[in-house]
C-alpha cells in the first residue's frame, strides 16, 4: 500500500512562533495533498487542498496567512502555523492522492502541535 | 454546506455480536462513500469505500450504500475487542474535487 509520512509526529511551540509540518508520500507521487486539523474529540475538518507548483486552496474559514502550505514537489507538502497561538494547538494530519486511485487517500499519522 | 451525519455514541456491543453504524449525507451528488476506523491519537485508517448502490463486503466488514436515501452504513460481524474504536464516515464530494468531508465519527465499544 501507499505510505504517507509526517514529520514531526508531536511538537511543542511557544506562543508567537512558527513551526513547519512536513508530509511525504514516500512510494508514489502525489498530486493532490490535503491538511486536515483535529481537535480532542471531533472529526476531522479539512483545511486546504494542495496541488503540486500551484497555489493552494483554502477551506472557508481557513486563514491562509496563517497556515501556509507549500507543494513544491510530488512527494512533499508543508504546513506553516506562523505566529503560533494556543488555541491552534491541535492534531495536524495531511493525506495524499495517487493519480493511480481513482477514490482513496492515502493518510499520513499525524502531527500532535501543542502551543504554550 | 455539505454535511455528513453520524450518531455519536458510544455504541456498547457484546463480543461476537454485529455492530451497525450508520450515516446520512447531504449532498446528493456525492460519488464515493469511505469508512475510517480511528483510535485515540492515531489518524484513520480505511477500513473500505463504496460507491455503488447495494453492499459490498470485505472479511468481517460490510458496507451498504442507499443513495435514494443519501444512506450508509458499516456492519461488524464478529465484533472483537480491538474494533473498539472511533468510526468516521466520509463523503466524497460532487464535482471532482475529491474533498472529502467527514461526519463526527461514532465510537464503537466491545465489551468482551
Known amino acids: 500500500g501507499a505510505v504517507v509520512s509526517q514529520h514531526p509526529s508531536w511538537v511543542i511551540c511557544k506562543s508567537g512562533t512558527s513551526v513547519k509540518i512536513e508530509c511525504r508520500s514516500l512510494?508514489?507521487?502525489?498530486?493532490?495533498m490535503f491538511w486536515y486539523r483535529q481537535f480532542p474529540k471531533q472529526s476531522l475538518m479539512l483545511m486546504a487542498t494542495?496541488?503540486?507548483?500551484?497555489?493552494?486552496?483554502?477551506e472557508q474559514g481557513v486563514e491562509k496567512d496563517k497556515f501556509l502550505i507549500n507543494h513544491a514537489s510530488l512527494t512533499l507538502s508543508t504546513l506553516t502555523v506562523t505566529s503560533a497561538h494556543p488555541e491552534d494547538s491541535s492534531f495536524y494530519i495531511c493525506?495524499?492522492?495517487?493519480?493511480?486511485?481513482?477514490?482513496?487517500?492515502?493518510f499520513g499519522p499525524g502531527t500532535r502541535l501543542t502551543v504554550t | 454546506q455539505k454535511e455528513v451525519e453520524q450518531n455519536s455514541g458510544p455504541l456498547s456491543v457484546p463480543e461476537g455480536a454485529i455492530a451497525s453504524l450508520n450515516c446520512t449525507y447531504s449532498?446528493?451528488?456525492?460519488?464515493?462513500f469511505f469508512w475510517y476506523r480511528q483510535y485515540s491519537g492515531k489518524s484513520p485508517e480505511l477500513i473500505m469505500f463504496?460507491?455503488?448502490?447495494g453492499d459490498k463486503e470485505d472479511g468481517r466488514f460490510t458496507a451498504q450504500l442507499n443513495k435514494a436515501s443519501q444512506y450508509v452504513s458499516l456492519l461488524i460481524r464478529d465484533s472483537q475487542p480491538s474494533d473498539s474504536a472511533t468510526y468516521l464516515c466520509?463523503?466524497?464530494?460532487?464535482?471532482?474535487?475529491?474533498?472529502?468531508?467527514f461526519g463526527a465519527g461514532t465510537r464503537l465499544a466491545v465489551h468482551p
Open positions: 463504496i460507491y455503488s448502490n
Open positions: 512510494d508514489f507521487q502525489a498530486t493532490t
Open positions: 466520509a463523503v466524497n464530494l460532487a464535482g471532482g474535487y475529491n474533498k472529502l468531508i
Open positions: 493525506s495524499a492522492k495517487s493519480p493511480r486511485d481513482a477514490y482513496e487517500q492515502y
Open positions: 449532498d446528493r451528488g456525492s460519488q464515493s
Open positions: 494542495s496541488n503540486e507548483g500551484s497555489k493552494a486552496t483554502y
